[in-house]
């Protein structure tokens, strides 16, 4: 079957339904601004409505009594759910409870296959009347997320927006936890001492990178290729004619002189490969070459020794000193390609290090380190200088008089247009940073700090040491949201314009507001329904929304697992760094296309397109791509479209030797069904491996864990699930064999409906459209607020599920509707109880 080709279709009926102490004294101060309560009807009895009917709520306790309290009752409390004790008359008294029945009864997880269930018409009716009745006895509770921490890829992104300023925040920061499939749930986003130090390191170099600090002592970055990196390609973005190596951007803190050296790959010997023939090694700056020397062949003559000190001496020739400006640059060390080169090797795999090379190849880069600044010259013009310094002293001379110096200060001892300035830039930097209009209790300290570093040195001295003071400021660090004294305790209130402008810009962002934003919101505008939704769709068409594609794409699909995940070699040998690369970066310019084209979300799911480059087209057996970079192609089969068939999901749900159908099930449910399973129990064992035993096929060694009774509740689902994308391979492939036999891709829904293969896994999912619309909703709320959806959530995801679908479920919709609802719009005020053992 041709790769792009349909799978076997499916055979189904209907479905059925700045110091340590410093460090110390913030650490308390942020402790008391974080008190927070739990979540829940704090202080507010529920209200009273009118049910659904009494006719519809008896008809709904007659099928839950027949169907699903046999299980669910009293005695038994299976799924610890006694439904014989809940009253579908009175939702409200339970909310949590009936939302898990309602969530399990959508998917069709209940009843469970092979027990009696009712007939689709009365699975929908009972649906209609809990779901309207959980809706309408909904008290508004918008929940109480706890202190907003920057995370790192925050932090990252503030930087750069702030400052202009690209950062290595991996080498700045340490990663952060996840709680709910994101990394920016607040209930995680802790502090400690040591994550303490690391901000104030972080808001040394970051504010020295920034200025150019004319202290900047040399050091070195080095920069390596993964280990499975093939080179034997142009590499989109290096200079053209040259093929294999690496391209970094590196920020330079100084115009100064900078050493360049390049380390080639060693075998486990020590040897480097591929030095039997001459090579040029070119290492260049913004694409101009500023070195290029021989590899191999005749410059490799007269060496001797053992094969290590050959090997230095190799590297050690690949090293350049030359002078660079301040600022962000591309440096990029690659070999310059040979006229006809390729035509006539011989490549047994894809993946040039897989080791079964001819004698023609040539090495490979290893890593790059630059080294400096030597003999630097200033701080030179770099976008962050030009970001941050608004004005010069010799300009604020020209428009403010010299005044009398203040109490203590000699007229000698203070330049009044310096203050000015240094006032100037401080109040917008702040303004930013702080994510609102700043006064004068706002800035005394940096000015302090300013006046500190100018009397040690320059006017640029005093600027750096007061940014420095201002990335370590709590209010800097921390997302605050105060609540009025106004307002008693328990009750909800709406949040200002700029926190709300703070949470939009977070939200599509990952990062602060920009001024327009900050504009409107410091007059009182941005809640105002026109304007808020023109902003919203502004952002949205905005570079930064990259960072929804990267973060939150990354995160809900998992594509930011993919660095982390090293297919076995002896069973795939073609699989290398540039396959991973591209599998990543097809499925975040697919989910791009979804946003920026404001497409309904279902083409998640159906698209007939992709973006490949000539490696990924390969991989694919899609015909006539060719070189590095990614194009818009269509797909004229059903293996490939939308997300089920991108290799980045497959790649991710898969051991490093064979499919997994468990974790590709366990996948469907948690991000296409919203109905996670429950944990595995501990000490699992893995797959039988005996020495010489017949070949068997995944399905066949699954089989051993559904023997097992504690196992068999969950992998009965999430294994028929996963066993329907069997015709696809560890690292994405299409295949028909496995262990010698046909793939048998047949596999079943949680309601226990027959699917076959992609083609009819994808069809049933597209039965019920809310529910996959639904999940992707939740995941967005769950990311944009921060914390974790309750069961006081889910009357507004219904809500904004619902509007979706009158306006063709695009996008926007969905985002629209999350930045209008009440939880992102409101807050908590804490219990006093709540407050008090905060304290404590």
Not at 112 to 138: K, Y
Request: charged content about 25%; some cysteine; proline content about 7%.
């Amino acid at each position: 079957m041709p790769v792009n080709s349909p799978g076997p279709r499916a055979d189904r009926g209907p479905r059925r339904p700045l110091t340590r102490v410093a460090a110390c004294l913030w650490l308390a101060a942020v402790a008391t601004m974080s008190l927070a309560a739990a979540p829940g009807q704090a202080g507010q009895a529920p209200a009273t409505v009118s049910a659904p009917g009494a006719s519809a709520t008896v008809a709904t306790r007659a099928v839950l009594d027949r169907y699903c309290a046999t299980c669910h009752n009293q005695r038994l409390r299976t799924g610890d759910l006694a439904l014989d004790m809940l009253d579908p008359g009175n939702v409200a008294a339970a909310p949590d409870a009936w939302e898990s029945v309602v969530r399990k009864l959508r998917t069709g997880a209940m009843p469970p296959p092979g027990m009696p269930r009712p007939d689709d018409a009365t699975l929908s009716t009972v649906l209609t009347s809990l779901t309207t009745a959980l809706d309408r006895s909904a008290t508004p509770n918008p929940g109480r997320p706890l202190l907003h921490r920057l995370n790192r890829a925050e932090y990252a992104n503030v930087v750069r927006d702030l400052l202009a300023v690209e950062v290595d925040v991996k080498s700045l920061l340490p990663a952060d936890d996840s709680a709910f499939g994101f990394d920016n749930n607040a209930d995680l986003l802790v502090v400690s001492p040591s994550l303490l130090d690391r901000y104030l390191s972080a808001a040394d170099r970051v504010s020295a990178l920034a200025i150019g600090d004319p202290t900047t002592a040399p050091g070195s970055d080095t920069y390596y290729t993964r280990g499975d990196q093939s080179q034997s390609q142009h590499l989109e973005g290096l200079p053209l004619g040259t093929v294999g190596g690496l391209g970094v951007r590196h920020t330079f803190p100084l115009d100064a002189e900078y050493e360049f050296q390049v380390a080639l790959t060693r075998t486990n010997l020590e040897a480097i490969r591929g030095l039997e023939h001459q090579h040029q090694l070119e290492i260049s700056v913004d694409g101009e070459r500023v070195f290029l020397g021989p590899v191999g062949g005749d410059a490799e003559a007269g060496q001797t020794g053992a094969i290590t000190a050959r090997s230095d001496a190799t590297d050690a020739r690949l090293r350049v000193r030359v002078a660079v400006t301040a600022g962000p640059h591309l440096v990029a060390a690659a070999f310059v390609r040979k006229i006809a080169e390729n035509t006539n090797r011989l490549r047994p795999f894809l993946r040039s290090t897989a080791g079964t090379y001819d004698s023609t190849g040539r090495p490979h880069v290893k890593a790059l380190t630059v080294t400096g600044p030597f003999n630097p010259t200033g701080a030179g013009d770099t976008p962050s200088r030009r970001k941050v310094f608004v004005c010069r002293p010799a300009e604020a001379a020209r428009s403010v008089s010299r005044q009398p110096a203040p109490a203590g200060r000699s007229a000698s001892q203070i330049d009044v247009a310096e203050e000015h300035c240094a006032r100037r830039i401080l109040s917008g930097l702040a303004r930013r940073a702080y994510r609102r209009p700043v006064n004068d209790g706002d800035l005394a300290p940096l000015m302090e700090f300013y006046r500190d570093g100018r009397s040690k040195g320059s006017f640029d001295t005093g600027v750096q040491l007061a940014v420095r003071r201002l990335l370590a400021s709590p209010t800097f660090i921390f997302r605050i949201e105060e609540d009025p004294t106004a307002v008693a305790p328990g009750a909800s209130y709406r949040l200002n314009d700029l926190e709300l402008a703070s949470r939009l810009s977070f939200f599509l962002w990952s990062s602060i507001p920009d001024d327009a934003l900050l504009d409107l919101a410091a007059a009182g505008r941005l809640r105002q329904p026109a304007v808020l939704e023109a902003q919203v769709r502004r952002m949205l068409a905005d570079p930064k929304a990259a960072a929804l594609v990267e973060n939150f794409a990354g995160q809900w699909l998992h594509v930011r697992n993919l660095q982390n995940i090293a297919p076995n070699t002896d069973e795939f040998p073609d699989f290398d760094n540039d396959l991973r690369d591209a599998f990543r970066r097809e499925t975040e310019l697919f989910f791009a296309s979804i946003v920026g084209e404001d497409r309904n979300v279902l083409d998640l799911l159906t698209a007939d397109y992709t973006f490949v480059n000539e490696r990924l087209a390969k991989h694919y057996g899609l015909p006539g791509v060719y070189g590095s970079r990614f194009r818009r192609v269509t797909l004229t089969g059903e293996a490939r479209r939308g997300l089920l068939g991108k290799g980045s999901i497959l790649l991710a749900t898969s051991h490093a030797d064979r499919t997994a159908p468990t974790l590709r099930g366990k996948w469907i449910l948690e991000n296409l069904l919203a109905s996670p399973p429950p944990a595995p129990p501990a000490n699992v064992p893995p797959f039988e491996q005996t020495a010489g035993a017949k070949p068997r096929t995944i399905r066949e060694r699954l089989e051993s864990h559904r023997a097992n009774p504690s196992c068999a509740s969950c992998h009965r689902t999430m294994d028929a699930l996963g066993f329907t994308l069997e015709n696809f391979n560890a690292i994405g492939a299409w295949r028909t064999r496995d262990a010698g036999f046909d793939v048998n891709a047949e596999g079943a829904m949680t309601d226990g409906e027959r699917a076959v293969g992609v083609a009819g896994l994808r069809s049933a999912l597209l039965t019920q459209p809310d529910v996959f619309v639904g999940t992707l909703t939740e995941k967005l709320m769950t990311y944009g607020l921060g914390r974790g959806l309750q069961h006081y959530d889910m009357p507004v995801v219904r809500g904004i599920v619902r509007d979706a679908a009158q306006s063709g479920n695009r996008f926007s919709t969905l985002v629209l509707g999350i930045v209008k609802s009440a939880p992102f719009q409101m807050r908590r005020k804490a219990d006093v109880a709540a407050s008090q053992t905060a304290r404590r």
